[in-house]
């Protein structure tokens, strides 16, 4: 977290189910959004909060359904990430699961979210680029002992 001003403690930790979508030259599928609060671009893999009772496996199914409008099968958990990260002028404290999950080798993949923001294909080269944060910090890891 960078920043002059402090942030504002977290409200709550928060369970969220993301996918790490990755096409074979390497590159991953992600949303981005920019932090109203520094003008920074955060950037992560596809998925959302796991609803209470909801295995994260199936939130990140019914997730990406639901933002992307892809179908996905056979998710595969990578890892769990802890990460706090200031959006917003406040702290956010987020358990991620990471999967890889199967896609079809047809798929449309839409230039948006449900909730507008935009979905792109983020190149190994940037993924230690200055100008955005990808997130949760330690997936660049996770996805380096993953298969693409």
Request: avoid cysteine; charged fraction near 20%.
């Amino acid at each position: 977290m960078t920043g002059a001003e402090p942030l504002a403690p977290p409200e709550r930790i928060r369970a969220i189910a993301i996918a790490a979508i990755r096409r074979a030259d390497g590159a991953l599928l992600v949303t981005s959004t920019v932090d109203p609060a520094t003008g920074r671009t955060l950037v992560r893999p596809p998925g959302g909060g796991i609803d209470p009772g909801e295995l994260a496996a199936d939130a990140v199914v019914r997730e990406l359904h639901e933002e992307l409008g892809l179908e996905v099968a056979g998710p595969r958990l990578l890892g769990v990430l802890e990460s706090i990260v200031g959006f917003a002028g406040r702290a956010r404290h987020e358990h991620m699961f990471v999967f890889a999950v199967e896609v079809a080798a047809d798929a449309s993949w839409p230039s948006t979210t449900d909730a507008g923001h935009p979905v792109w294909w983020l190149e190994p080269a940037r993924f230690a680029d200055a100008e955005i944060d990808l997130v949760p910090v330690g997936l660049v890891g996770l996805l380096g002992a993953a298969p693409a």
